[in-house]
């Protein structure tokens, strides 16, 4: 069936550096794009997202990519902080459902 | 926060007994979704709404029935809590289907004994 394949699964950077989760997709009519942060014990959040008539959205720190005729996505984090460390999922809009990517642990080393 | 909140936060209760969890929004949207948490599985969608008393399964509804009976409300119901459902709930909104991000509650942390 359709599916969202996220990775890496766990991800450890130093605090200051930069962090790249990459997600693929399967279906290409998908056009909406939402990545989630989920710190410990809280709800998902939106944090930004992105549709298929554009390549590329910034919002502070963080971005997300989209390359369509590859099918796949990805969140850019730079300059991490602490407050960074959470579980973030992607997600890819197919028959008009959102499909979820597993998680990525990103864990910012003092 | 945001305008939708479920009830209640946590719940322990013993295999096969039914339990219902309840999902409130104050925002007017359409589409309601119910989702477990698991450890390594994320989020794996149970049933949605997509308006009054419509509703359709997602990928694991069995042992799960849902309701909507206004609204602004969604009632998510274990016939028969089993210990594999021990698990979080959330709750979630959106004002189109697919197009738009969902709004999560705060969840519902529930175990079976």
């Known amino acids: 069936g359709e599916n969202v394949e996220q990775h890496p699964s766990t991800l450890s950077v130093q605090e200051g550096d930069s962090a790249v989760i990459k997600c693929t997709y399967s279906?290409?009519?998908?056009?909406?794009f939402p990545w989630y942060k989920q710190e410990l014990g809280k709800r998902p959040q939106l944090i930004i997202d992105i549709r298929s008539n554009v390549g590329e959205k910034k919002d502070q720190r963080i971005a997300v990519t989209l390359n369509k005729t590859a099918k796949h996505f990805s969140l850019h984090i730079t300059e991490t902080q602490p407050e960074d460390s959470a579980v973030y999922f992607c997600a890819a809009s197919i028959n008009y459902q959102l499909i979820w990517g597993a998680g990525t642990k990103l864990i910012i080393k003092p | 926060d945001a305008g939708i909140t479920q009830s209640p936060r946590h719940k322990v209760t013993e295999t096969g007994t039914p339990v219902t969890l309840r999902c409130h929004q104050t925002?007017?949207?359409?589409?309601m979704y119910w989702y477990r948490q698991d450890p390594g599985h994320g989020l794996r969608l149970i049933h949605y709404s997509y308006g009054v008393k419509d509703t359709d399964k997602g990928e694991v509804s069995d042992g799960y029935s849902v309701s909507r009976s206004k609204t602004e409300d969604f009632l998510l119901t274990l016939e028969s809590a089993t210990s594999s459902q021990t698990s979080v709930y959330f709750c979630?909104?959106?004002?189109?289907?697919?197009?738009?991000?969902?709004?999560f509650g705060s969840g519902t942390r529930l175990t079976v004994v």
């Open positions: 979630a909104i959106s004002e189109r289907r697919g197009e738009d991000g969902y709004t």
């Open positions: 279906d290409s009519a998908s056009n909406y």
């Open positions: 925002e007017n949207h359409r589409y």
